[in-house]
């Protein structure tokens, strides 16, 4: 519908194309299954840097076979949406065959503590990073997450754009705690990046914001994401 007594006008602006360079290594023949959450842009950065991306639509998780012969979702390394992980964890061939199942970045804090989304306990608290800037500390400088494919070094660890870390509270033992990281003026929270051993997988759970970092093209973050 048009009306006689508002004349048109045009609005223009700059067409502008923003790119950024990131050099990364990527595993030969790594298989990424990947659970998308809302907006989530990360599948689309993980093909950029050359990685196969499989988008597994969440009905695919269901059990297809008994737990004992370790087939369901076999040959991927899921990234998880919430109301997934519980089965997957019961279900999913982690347990019986290597491979890494993640989990990323969990915001709502009654929902996690009350939900059992990880194969040892941990609790998260309501600690946040909220500085871009805010300094990254290495716990375990030596542990591989930092050195393969990717070296990763202290220039690397800065939490980035929209760092918006939600840190795990109390965690059982058997969590690594990989980084470290505070805002100014606050205590260190040791919970942004955790690792455990699970059967003959591994289980990362990660509160940094790699879901804004990966998209705004954050080097470090790009290389980090990658290696876990």
């Known amino acids: 519908m048009t009306r006689a007594d508002l004349d048109t006008f045009y609005y223009y602006q700059p067409a502008v194309q923003r790119l950024g360079v990131v050099d990364v290594k990527v595993p030969a023949r790594l298989k990424v299954g990947y659970i998308m959450g809302a907006g989530d842009e990360i599948p689309t950065v993980l093909r950029q840097v050359g990685l196969d991306v499989a988008v597994i639509p969440a009905r695919r998780c269901r059990p297809r076979?008994?737990?004992?012969?370790?087939?369901?979702?076999?040959?991927?390394?899921?990234?998880?949406?919430?109301?997934?992980?519980?089965?997957?964890?019961r279900s999913c061939s982690i347990s019986f065959r290597p491979g890494h199942l993640g989990r990323q970045y969990?915001?709502?804090?009654?929902?996690?503590?009350?939900?059992?989304?990880?194969?040892?306990?941990a609790t998260l608290g309501r600690g946040r990073v909220s500085v871009e800037e805010a300094p990254v500390e290495m716990l375990a400088p030596e542990d591989s997450v930092f050195h393969f494919p990717n070296q990763i070094t202290q220039r690397d660890s800065k939490a980035g754009a929209g760092a918006g870390a939600v840190l795990h509270g109390q965690m059982d033992g058997k969590f690594t705690p990989l980084l470290a990281s505070h805002d100014a003026g606050e205590d260190s929270l040791k919970g942004g990046l955790l690792r455990a051993q699970y059967g003959k997988g591994t289980y990362i759970y990660t509160g940094y914001a790699f879901f804004r970092q990966l998209p705004a093209g954050v080097p470090g973050a790009v290389r980090l994401y990658v290696n876990c």
């Open 106 to 121: 969990e915001a709502d804090v009654g929902n996690f503590n009350g939900g059992q989304f990880t194969p040892y306990p």
């Open 65 to 89: 076979t008994s737990a004992s012969t370790g087939r369901s979702c076999s040959g991927f390394a899921p990234m998880i949406r919430r109301r997934m992980l519980r089965r997957i964890i």
